[in-house]
């Protein structure tokens, strides 16, 4: 498989971190370098980790997680986006916090580990076509660590716009990803 397929899977996955990375960003008002990168480490990380767990999985799981993955990822998603535009409405949703103050380690990895389920099917994929995972998993995961930095700073400059509603929309765009992935995966069933 050649760099530039490689790339357009990166890209892919990174799509759901991406949007997650603004939806967390709009509720940040003095952004710090810690709060740029860190979504982007924790998104970034499991991405590149996914593939290679699935990888080495094998094909044997593949049809267990197909089976219930999607709703994993809808059920973890419906929570924390619903938790968000509660907190918004509360009146919560925006304050001199940032996010690496608003969400926990255990927050930041229930939502890393959601948008990164679909990276566990490429990995049993890639398997299949004999693809070096080390490379791959590497690029997916500088790729999605880029694509979340871009979208955390989008997001911020975004919040600042649309204050109060910021932790709202992130909520809504939350719940529309599990959704989408949720509909994707009885799709696929």
């Known amino acids: 498989m050649d760099f530039f397929t490689v790339l357009a ?11 997650v990375s603004v939806a967390a960003g709009c509720r940040i008002r003095r952004l710090t ?5 860190r979504p982007g480490l924790w998104f970034g990380g499991f991405q590149a980790l996914m593939p290679i767990l699935g990888w080495l999985g094998g094909l044997a799981l593949r049809e267990v997680i197909a089976g219930f993955g999607h709703w994993v990822a809808f059920g973890v998603l419906l929570v924390v986006g619903g938790k968000m535009i509660i907190e918004a409405l ?22 890393a580990i959601a948008t990164s389920i679909d990276a566990l099917v490429v990995g ?8 070096s995972i080390w490379a791959a998993a590497v690029l997916i995961g500088v790729v999605t660590f880029l694509v979340c930095v ?9 919040g600042k716009l649309v204050k109060g509603w ?6 809504i765009v ?12 009885l799709h696929r069933a």
């Open 9 to 19: 899977i990166a890209l892919g996955l990174s799509a759901d971190a991406f949007t």
């Open 33 to 37: 370098l810690r709060d740029t990168v």
């Open 90 to 111: 509360r009146g919560g949703g925006r304050s001199e916090d940032s996010i690496s103050e608003r969400h926990s380690t255990r927050e930041m990895l229930i939502l």
């Open 124 to 131: 049993f994929s890639l398997s299949v076509l004999h693809v």
């Open 150 to 158: 871009v979208g955390t700073l989008f997001g911020c400059g975004i």
């Open 166 to 171: 910021a932790g709202i929309a992130g909520g």
């Open 174 to 185: 939350l719940i529309g990803i599990g959704i989408k992935l949720l509909m994707e995966g």
